[in-house]
């Protein structure tokens, strides 16, 4: 493999570690991936001036709960797992059938996973989303109004609230910063979350779609509980805790692993 790629793969393991771990030490760090601390310690500082991890003497720790990782960083973060994730998504959209996609890296994925589809109304306040699906001229896309953030060409803001509450879609799909194990959904940005809640609330059917990392991560801002989710797309089962909270209400989980899929109990269920 590439020194370039193989570099990039392991950072990106070592995100997935902190934030399963919580806590992991430099030295063990080498001795999982097999090289020496002070690659270990170049991989950490480059992961910690994107703000994916946060480093301290000896080890490094989950992100702040106040700040998102950069969008550039986030854009390369899980990348394979987002791209099977949108797959398996794409399956359960009918074609002819109305959609919302909001702000993120894992829906931008979805947006390139759904080109392939026919006759769908998209409406999204993601200017990444709307640049992949005007490729497909059988769609009829839609663009939310509001204040365009320079950082990841998400748009939010009141004009972007009240452009949702017009509508009412078959499938909003969305994604998320962090889940806790009591199964609220969090984000870091205000506005993003008034949009987010909006889109749920002009939604008959909400889609969460996001990596494994966002399982146990911390953000300051309560978005809503699972209880609003018809499912859950991931890489990987969530933890047992989630699970059982996931069960409780209701919500189908789709593990893109393969061909299977679960329901919130853990048990297998059928596409």
């Known amino acids: 493999m590439d020194a370039r790629l193989d570099a990039e793969r392991r950072q990106q393991e070592i995100v997935a570690l902190v934030h399963a771990r919580g806590m992991v030490q430099i030295q063990w760090l080498a ?10 310690r170049r991989d950490i500082e480059y992961l910690a ?41 794409a399956r359960h959209v009918p074609e002819d059938a109305s959609l919302f996609l909001n702000i993120g890296t894992t829906t931008e994925a979805v947006a390139q996973a759904l080109l392939g589809h026919k006759r769908l109304r998209v409406l999204t306040n993601n200017l990444n989303v709307a640049t992949i699906l005007h490729k497909n001229t059988n769609f009829a896309l839609s663009i939310a109004g509001g204040l365009v953030r320079e950082r990841d060409g998400g748009i939010i803001g009141e004009a972007t609230v009240e452009f949702i509450r017009r509508y009412k879609v078959d499938i909003g799909i969305i994604g998320i910063s962090g889940i806790d194990s009591e199964g609220d959904l969090l984000d870091y940005d205000e506005q993003e979350v008034r949009v987010a809640r909006a889109i749920i609330e002009s939604s ?22 699972v209880r609003v989710l018809d499912a859950l797309f991931t890489d990987r089962l969530p933890p047992p805790e989630l699970m059982e909270v996931l069960g409780n ?5 789709h593990v893109a692993d393969g061909s299977e899929t679960a329901n919130g109990d853990g048990e297998d269920a059928e596409d």
Request: proline share 3%; charged share 25%.
């Open 249 to 253: 209400a209701d919500c189908q989980v």
């Open 204 to 225: 008959r059917r909400v889609f969460l779609v996001t990596d494994h990392t966002k399982f146990g991560r911390n953000a300051m801002i309560r978005m809503a509980d």
């Open 49 to 89: 001036g994107q703000s994916a991890v946060r480093r301290f003497r000896g080890g490094v720790t989950v992100p702040s709960s106040v700040e998102n990782i950069a969008y550039s960083t986030r854009q390369t973060l899980m990348a394979e797992e987002k791209r099977r994730i949108a797959e398996l998504v």
């Open 31 to 40: 001795e999982h991936f097999d090289v020496t601390p002070q690659t270990i």
